[in-house]
């Protein structure tokens, strides 16, 4: 099964930035969808941003214009550019992926909602942004 382990993760200052990485290994197949949710305390996890199975990126609305997603050339490492970083950012950070297998159609599409697309996590790295 695909692993993925996070990094990068800290403490700023709201207005501050920070990058993490997902490291993706063990992969046997190919990965369709990858991502980065993250749960705040008390709260559901929410998916943040992502790739779709084209290689489109996708984004949650609350982080359109200050969040960017980028992947290295063979997919083996996942980033997450965080500018403008503002309190209600502050959750623990999970890298998710989808290995597709061929065992299924093949759908492209990845919905940052859905976690049926991003059924692999990694065991998350912590983001806190003070005031």
């Known amino acids: 099964q695909v692993q993925l382990v996070e990094s990068g993760g800290g403490s700023v200052q709201a207005g501050g930035s920070l990058k993490l990485s997902c490291v993706v290994s063990n992969v046997i197949f190919s990965i369709r969808c990858m991502g980065w949710f993250r749960q705040a305390p008390g709260k559901e996890p929410e998916g943040v941003a992502g790739f779709d199975g084209d290689g489109r990126a996708i984004y949650a609305d609350s982080v359109k214009g200050r969040f960017t997603v980028s992947r290295n050339n063979d997919n083996s490492v996942l980033y997450l550019q965080m500018k403008y970083l503002e309190p209600d950012d502050t959750a623990t950070y999970y890298c998710?992926?989808?290995?597709?297998?061929?065992?299924?159609?093949?759908?492209?599409?990845?919905?940052?909602?859905?976690?049926?697309?991003?059924?692999?996590w990694g065991q998350g790295t912590p983001v806190f942004v003070s005031s």
């Open positions: 998710a992926a989808d290995e597709f297998d061929g065992s299924r159609t093949y759908n492209s599409r990845c919905v940052l909602s859905d976690r049926g697309d991003f059924p692999t």
